[in-house]
């Protein structure tokens, strides 16, 4: 497998544009989390989906954000109208669900996109 | 709701020599999964070293090991005959084993220099 694929890699946009980050996870994944970066917050999760189901999305910002699974092997994190402070790292990673415990124990951590830096002038 | 903390914000080491990296959590759950994340200049998100909570045993690969102190909800990662190429921000992470609470939770990071 390819691993998890982010695009853009970059992308630079003016104030008030809507931005689309898109996601492609590994197959066979049951979870994708879409994680957002800067210097002063570190990682943040913003939300995360199981068998394409949003479960947890306490950690979007505010309704400029929005995120969507269509199917098992696509995700979109959209920022409308972005905004300066929107600049940041956005990554995407994909899991399995965790094994029972006593069983082996793979499958448990996440794996990693390459991220998309955006920029918002 | 569970917080990781890492309270390093920086640390250096010389080739050859030993560090440590902290960490600590809160939560109330006895089921989890305990990680340590590398990510280098290149911003890829590398997985180094992974714990599970009902294991004694702290885990190693290779140069890397963990002290999991479950009672104490530490987990530290050791890095012997440290390499340049060891150079990178280092993220503690948890995750929950129990049902509907999956996310992965990490701490701010620990920026490591590795001095030749």
């Known amino acids: 497998d390819a691993g998890v694929i982010q695009s853009p890699r970059h992308e630079v946009t003016e104030m008030g544009q809507e931005v689309t980050l898109r996601c492609k996870p590994i197959?066979?994944?049951?979870?994708l989390f879409w994680y957002r970066q800067t210097m002063m917050r570190g990682l943040e999760l913003l939300i995360y989906?199981?068998?394409?189901?949003?479960?947890?999305d306490s950690g979007m910002p505010e309704d400029r954000f929005s995120a969507k699974m269509p199917n098992a092997s696509f995700s979109t994190l959209k920022i409308q109208p972005s905004e300066p402070r929107d600049s940041a790292v956005y990554f995407c990673?994909?899991?399995?669900?965790?094994?029972?415990?006593?069983?082996?124990?793979?499958?448990?951590?996440?794996?990693f996109g390459q991220g998309t830096r955006l920029t918002v002038v | 709701a569970q917080t990781v903390t890492q309270s390093q914000p920086e640390m250096s080491v010389q080739e050859a020599e030993t560090v440590t990296l902290s960490c600590t959590y809160d939560?109330?759950?006895?089921?989890?999964?305990l990680f340590w994340y590398k990510q280098p200049p290149s911003r890829q998100m590398i997985l180094v070293i992974r714990?599970?909570?009902?294991?004694?045993q702290n885990a190693t690969e290779n140069r890397f090991s963990v002290n999991f102190q479950k009672a104490a909800k530490s987990f530290s990662l050791k890095i012997s005959d440290s390499q340049l190429g060891d150079a990178a921000m280092y993220f503690c992470?948890?995750?929950?084993?129990?049902?509907?609470?999956?996310?992965?939770?990490f701490g701010k990071g620990t920026k490591l220099t590795v001095n030749p």
């Open positions: 939560t109330s759950e006895s089921d989890y999964y």
């Open positions: 714990q599970e909570a009902y294991k004694q």
């Open positions: 990673a994909s899991s399995l669900f965790p094994p029972a415990l006593g069983s082996l124990p793979g499958g448990t951590e996440a794996f």
């Open positions: 992470a948890y995750r929950s084993a129990e049902g509907g609470s999956e996310k992965l939770v």
């Open positions: 197959s066979g994944h049951d979870y």
């Open positions: 989906f199981n068998n394409n189901v949003p479960i947890d």
